[in-house]
């Protein structure tokens, strides 16, 4: 059966060292593992990803970049590789967040790549998906998420696919304090699922984790989790302060 997972994506914030004691703040009250526990995650910047690792219980908790290059090496100055992610002791790479899509011209076409580089260097892909706000407004976003998906993830194939998880992040929610509603969670997260049977059948689907992105925070996590195919989430603003994440960890 899938897997709870709630992941923090510091973006650009923290220096290495106010990482690194957030690191050990979630750390010190994420207990041993139990089976039916939530898989939790730090998506740090690249320079925090070994000090992370050496700071926290990997077996409790995995670290995350945020994204990775689109080459396996070579020179493309500036550029981090997912083997270079993979050596840190991270185990997660977060890919098509929108942010990477909108300031950084992340194409379908690149992302398809990235998604073969993590995958190859056995990284698990956070998968973003989410539409911007004239979009919903036109009620299309049902169409234009599918969209996102069958042109990189769902050409992947079933037993690739099946290593992934699926973030649905609506743009309009970002940091923006206006998260979607229960209802309107539920209804994408279905969709999405529904579309991932139809691809790869329903026993991928029902094991696939689909984590809902945007202002969600400890007043709303709960709702939000409790939703059937609402499999925790990818926080933001709200995974910097280790009492608010560690929350939004116990509202399951
Ligand atoms: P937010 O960001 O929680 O600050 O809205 C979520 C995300 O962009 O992953």
Request: overall charge negative; hydrophobic content about 40%.
């Amino acid at each position: 059966m899938r897997k709870k997972v709630v992941a923090g994506n510091w973006k650009c914030n923290t220096t290495l060292q106010e990482g690194v004691e957030l690191a050990k703040a979630v750390n010190s009250v994420v207990k041993e593992k139990g089976a039916n526990d939530v898989v939790v995650v730090l998506g740090t910047p690249f320079t925090h990803l070994s000090k992370v690792v050496e700071n926290v219980d990997t077996k409790r908790i995995g670290v995350s970049s945020q994204n990775c290059a689109a080459e396996a090496k070579g020179a493309f100055t500036g550029e981090v590789s997912a083997a270079m992610v993979k050596s840190t002791g991270a185990e997660y790479v977060i890919l098509g967040h929108s942010e990477r899509r909108e300031y950084y011209g992340e194409t379908s076409e690149i992302l398809n790549k990235k998604l073969a580089l993590t995958l190859e260097n056995s990284l698990t892909p956070i998968y973003c998906c989410g539409e911007p706000l004239e979009i919903r407004e036109a009620g299309n976003q049902k169409e234009y998420v599918i969209n996102q998906l069958k042109e990189t993830v769902f050409k992947l194939n079933a037993d690739d696919f099946g290593k992934i998880i699926v973030a649905y992040e609506p743009i309009w929610a970002i940091g923006t304090g206006k998260t979607a509603t229960t209802e309107q969670a539920q209804e994408m997260h279905k969709d999405i699922r529904d579309a991932i049977a139809a691809q790869f059948g329903q026993e991928v689907a029902n094991n696939t984790s689909i984590l809902y992105g945007g202002s969600c925070n400890p007043k709303n996590a709960n709702e939000l989790f409790a939703n059937p195919d609402v499999d925790g989430g990818l926080i933001g603003g709200a995974s910097l302060k280790a009492e608010d994440f560690i929350q939004i960890i116990n509202a399951y």
